[in-house]
């Protein structure tokens, strides 16, 4: 069978009445060991809709949210015992990255209460498996599903910071720590400039004066040098404006009215 059986379809939800009571669950009937006397069964969701019993304990902590398992599984229908998945039968383990929804809401549960090295008999109930469509013909609606399953190995989620002092451990967080390194820091800091330098220094950090500047010291060509080229273009257009006012060409004052150039001429002109 496809490793499609495990995984869930869009459409089904885990709400529903429980269809599965039962307190006991019975020995799996596909797997590498059989089991003659009942186990101790664990409701894991409280509705009876994903039961536990436990075959072989294993060692460790259950897996966490976003740790990738992998396991080996039976998986049979409850009422026949008929076998319609198996990795074993396949020869090759199966692996999945766990609460992301790619497996049935019975599998995310019962993994989840799991250690490493456990083997259990998982018995879900339609509402954690395939609803009551199901996927015929392999899985006929409303099936309650059983899955014998050997959790192999656990690879916890990689850790990610959730803080600023997360991502900066080493930096040194209490208030005598914290003033020490400001003082180191003021003690390394160069001295203001002074004079035409300072000036320079200030008009550096300027946006306009500071736009082609580089952190790794290089220097713009001289053209594009603003420290040349605004200074020359605020003195040229300085110079143009006064020369344009020295020469008239601005009018200062107020204009006087005059009539109808044609009436003025008119009566400026001598008759014969």
Do not use: N
Not at 23 to 31: F, N
Not at 41 to 52: A, E, I, N, Q
Not at 67 to 91: I, P
């Amino acid at each position: 069978m496809a490793m499609a059986a495990l995984v869930l379809s869009a459409t089904l939800g885990l709400s529903g009445r429980p269809a599965l009571r039962s307190s006991r669950v019975g020995p799996s009937r596909a797997g590498p060991v059989a089991c003659t006397a009942a186990v101790p069964t664990l409701d894991l969701v409280g509705d009876g809709g994903v039961l536990k019993s436990i075959t072989r304990s294993g060692d460790g902590p259950p897996p966490q949210s976003g740790s990738t398992v992998e396991v080996h599984y039976v998986g049979t229908l409850l009422e026949t015992g008929a076998v319609f998945d198996s990795s074993r039968a396949r020869g090759k383990t199966f692996k999945f990255k766990l609460g992301e929804g790619k497996v049935i809401g019975g599998w995310e549960v019962g993994l989840a209460s799991m250690q490493p090295g456990e083997l259990s008999t998982l018995t879900c109930s339609p509402q954690y498996a395939y609803g009551v469509k199901g996927i015929p013909p392999m899985i006929p609606p409303s099936a309650t599903l059983q899955f014998e399953v050997e959790l192999l190995s656990v690879q916890a989620p990689a850790s990610e910071a959730s803080s600023l002092a997360d991502f900066q451990a080493s930096t040194p967080r209490t208030p005598s720590d914290i003033s020490q390194a400001y003082q180191r820091k003021m003690a390394v800091k160069d001295a203001p400039k002074e004079g035409l330098e300072g000036v320079i220094e200030w008009a550096k950090r300027i946006y306009i004066f500071g736009f082609f500047s580089s952190k790794e010291g290089e220097r713009p060509p001289w053209y594009l040098d603003p420290l040349i080229t605004f200074p020359s273009i605020f003195a040229f257009t300085g110079v143009g404006f006064y020369l344009v006012v020295l020469l008239g060409g601005v009018h200062r004052g107020e204009v006087p009215e005059i009539g109808d150039d044609l009436r003025g001429f008119l009566d400026e002109t001598p008759l014969p």
